[in-house]
């Protein structure tokens, strides 16, 4: 059974940092793709940072060169190193795997980041 369970959300001040894990079971993390989305409150979820099974990492224009996608092999989960931090950065963020064999999507239930001084 594959899960995904994120971690690492919280309440900073803006220019802070989180770090935002994801712990994926029933996979390894070598062998998916995966991408970071969030959403706010009244708008549609939108893709953060994506990086594929090759580690070849994308970003939206909003975070690029603020966040950082990475695969943790040891640990087996993916993160999300956020710097800079804005109070537009304030939303859920979920998690996505799928198989680098399969169609099959997998999203984990999401963690909050509010961004608030």
């Known amino acids: 059974q594959v899960q995904l369970v994120e971690s690492g959300g919280g309440l900073v001040h803006p220019g802070g940092s989180l770090r935002l894990s994801c712990a994926v079971s029933g996979l390894r993390v070598k062998d998916i793709e995966t991408n970071w989305y969030r959403q706010a409150p009244g708008k549609e979820r939108e893709l953060v940072a994506s990086l594929a099974t090759a580690d070849v990492a994308g970003y939206a224009d909003a975070v690029k060169g603020r966040f950082t996608i990475s695969k943790n092999h040891a640990a087996n989960t993916v993160d999300l190193q956020m710097n800079n931090l804005k109070p537009e950065d304030s939303a859920v963020y979920y998690c996505?795997?799928?198989?680098?064999?399969?169609?099959?999507?997998?999203w984990g239930l999401g963690t909050q980041v509010t961004v608030s001084s």
């Open positions: 996505y795997a799928r198989p680098a064999w399969s169609m099959a999507k997998y």
